[in-house]
């Protein structure tokens, strides 16, 4: 993600983000991810956010790195023990280096252009046999929220279509609503797939 605007909503509000809580549906859906992992699995947490994600995957044994492009989060992902860098989607160039990839609401803020694109480097990445976590809004089009970051919208039917034709089998997939950073109640679809 490189968007200038939405990362200024999150520099600016970081805070506030790491405050969010976490639902059930996102905790259920960490689990099914982990579930699909051996122990001590390699995850590249993308789009980590303030880590708080990726602490509680290390708490389960697993090997974590992190990417985000916000300074802010990279820095607070650091302070919680993770192994962070600072960089977009276009920075994962890696090849048969992780077990898992866990992009838990951070691709909704690429254009749906480059959605494709993300999910081969993803697939790259991932040795055989690899496991992917999404979240994203549900919806349809591209639009900026309340706060001014902007979001690409998917159908559940959109998203199992780019991941067949990236070459991933679905494992699980869940639907429900959240309320998010900007106030507002947004559908959401948890999705877990293997490369």
Known sequence: MSDRETLGVYARKHDDYAALPVSKDQVDALNMFCAALSPGAH????????GLQAREL????????ALDATPEFVERARANGIDARLGTFDDLTETNAYDGVFASFSLLHAPKADFPRHLDAIKRALRPGGCLFLGLKLGEGEARDSLGRFYAYY???ELRKHLEKAGFSLLQAVTGEGKGLSGSIDPYILMTARA
């Open 155 to 157: 159908s559940e039917a």
């Open 43 to 50: 995850v590249l947490d993308l789009g980590c956010g303030p």
């Open 58 to 65: 290390v708490q389960r044994g697993l090997s974590v790195s």
